[in-house]
């Protein structure tokens, strides 16, 4: 067999995968090696079958945009992380980026050079070779406030996010004597309207929301988001988003600021703000556009799949309406991009034992050119320097999505 080359491989290593001779292989490398090694029956014609002979190879036709997945590659550097872009009106993943990263042609064949550094890549506990957009998970933090939202808002707790809530500064946890403080001791979290508390990320608020909605209610609207569902397939399985089950009632209002176990995938936080985009409607996310032969004829064609209607088009676009106030005038100022809408989240979320661990920054948003096009876009920066507020989510992810939304949009 041919031993693999990969052009711009570690930038497309989490799209790819590896087919090695060695190895074995992953994701798309592995999902279609049978197509892209010739033995695939559809692309056979007659006369292979009279002369036994393997026609040429085919090819996968990823959705990814170079353009996306350069910025988002670029503008993560040399920090852990991942980053995630979706077309939210088709579910095409425009960017798939995880750092850091590794080259597949380096383990591609059977050499003591590929032996060599296979090991290497394998004592670095997998970090490279761990696709973290598709298949790490971590605590959302407060980006899960938007997913709260939007259960307060389908259950009619509030008529829109501009009515008051009724939401005492700090909110002590049911059942405890603890009590829900706000990273900035300023920020008017008292009762504050759904779009205010989004703004200055308001722990009191959404932690008795989730309390008022109580698990059922809760864990309904986030498995229409996409957790909790064990075959995620894009068509590489990613890792399920988990919410979990058997609360109490302060652990329930925990969960509604994305803390106590409440895990995700940066592709679940960007399928978030995709379906708050695409006016309450989730779209199958997926990066293979189509499969053809080596002629470029088709032999499968890739079509859009609705996942869930999330939630009704008013609360989307009312959840639209408060994710601009968040950059125009809140925590996610640093992913403005000029003559563009963008509305967004950030967060900051501890882990670890006591919280020892480093900090994860997220930001997660979408963006409106104006003329029909949207692209829902999620960062997760593993850091040291995120302090705990949520500044550092605006600080240290919100760049990077900003990077992706310019030039989607050739900005």
């Known amino acids: 067999a041919y031993k693999r080359s990969y052009l711009d491989g570690p930038l497309y290593a989490p799209v790819t995968g590896y087919s090695s001779q060695a190895y074995g292989s992953t994701q798309l490398e592995s999902l279609y090696s049978g197509l892209l090694g010739g033995t695939d029956p559809r692309l056979a014609g007659p006369a292979d079958a009279l002369t036994r002979t393997t026609p040429p190879g085919g090819d996968v036709v990823t959705s990814i945009d170079p353009?996306?997945?350069?910025?988002?590659?670029?503008?993560?550097?040399?920090?852990?992380?991942?980053?995630?872009?979706?077309?939210?009106?088709?579910?095409?993943?425009?960017?798939?980026?995880?750092?850091?990263?590794?080259?597949?042609?380096?383990?591609?064949?059977?050499?003591?050079?590929?032996?060599?550094?296979?090991?290497?890549?394998?004592?670095?506990?997998?970090?490279?070779?761990?696709?973290?957009?598709?298949?790490?998970?971590?605590?959302?933090?407060?980006?899960?406030?938007?997913?709260?939202?939007?259960?307060?808002?389908?259950?009619g707790l509030y008529p829109d996010v501009d009515a008051p809530t009724v939401s005492p500064d700090?909110?002590?946890?049911?059942?405890?004597?603890?009590?829900?403080?706000?990273?900035?001791?300023?920020?008017?979290?008292?009762?504050?309207?759904?779009?205010?508390?989004?703004?200055?990320?308001?722990?009191?608020v959404f932690g008795k929301l989730a309390a008022d909605l109580g698990e059922t209610r809760l864990s309904a609207q986030v498995a229409k988001f996409g957790f909790n569902l064990g075959k995620l397939d894009t068509p590489v399985r990613a890792a399920t988003s988990v919410y979990p089950d058997k609360l109490n009632p302060s652990q329930v209002a925990l969960t509604g600021i994305g803390q106590f176990s409440v895990t995700?995938?940066?592709?679940?936080?960007?399928?978030?703000?995709?379906?708050?985009?695409?006016?309450?409607?989730?779209?199958?996310?997926?990066?293979?556009?189509?499969?053809?032969?080596?002629?470029?004829?088709?032999?499968?064609?890739?079509k859009p799949q609705q996942l869930s209607r999330v939630m009704g088009e008013k609360t989307a676009r009312q959840l639209q309406s408060a994710m601009v106030t968040v950059v125009t005038s809140g925590t996610g100022a640093?992913?403005?991009?000029?003559?563009?809408?963008?509305?967004?989240?950030?967060?900051?979320?501890?882990?670890?034992?006591?919280?020892?661990?480093?900090?994860?920054?997220?930001f997660t948003s979408y963006a409106d050119d104006g003329s029909g096009h949207r692209?829902?876009?999620?960062?997760?920066?593993?850091?040291?320097?995120?302090?705990?507020?949520?500044?550092?989510?605006?600080?240290?992810?919100?760049?990077?999505?900003?990077?992706?939304?310019?030039?989607?949009?050739?900005?």
């Open 170 to 204: 700090p909110y002590t946890l049911p059942g405890t004597q603890r009590q829900l403080t706000n990273e900035n001791p300023a920020a008017p979290c008292a009762n504050a309207s759904l779009r205010v508390a989004l703004q200055y990320s308001c722990n009191n």
């Open 334 to 362: 640093s992913a403005a991009v000029g003559g563009v809408t963008v509305g967004g989240k950030t967060g900051t979320a501890q882990n670890g034992v006591d919280n020892s661990g480093t900090p994860y920054a997220w």
């Open 67 to 155: 353009k996306v997945q350069q910025a988002g590659w670029d503008a993560l550097g040399d920090k852990q992380g991942a980053a995630v872009a979706i077309d939210p009106a088709t579910g095409a993943l425009l960017g798939l980026v995880s750092t850091p990263s590794f080259d597949p042609s380096a383990i591609a064949g059977r050499s003591s050079a590929d032996a060599a550094a296979w090991k290497l890549l394998s004592a670095d506990s997998g970090s490279a070779m761990l696709n973290h957009a598709l298949r790490s998970t971590y605590a959302p933090g407060s980006t899960f406030k938007l997913v709260t939202a939007a259960a307060a808002l389908e259950n």
């Open 375 to 411: 692209i829902a876009v999620a960062v997760v920066v593993v850091d040291g320097a995120a302090n705990r507020s949520d500044v550092s989510g605006g600080g240290l992810a919100a760049p990077i999505a900003k990077a992706m939304i310019k030039a989607a949009f050739g900005k």
């Open 264 to 302: 995700a995938t940066p592709l679940q936080m960007a399928m978030v703000s995709s379906a708050i985009a695409n006016n309450g409607v989730l779209m199958q996310p997926s990066m293979v556009d189509r499969l053809t032969d080596h002629q470029g004829r088709t032999v499968e064609d890739f």
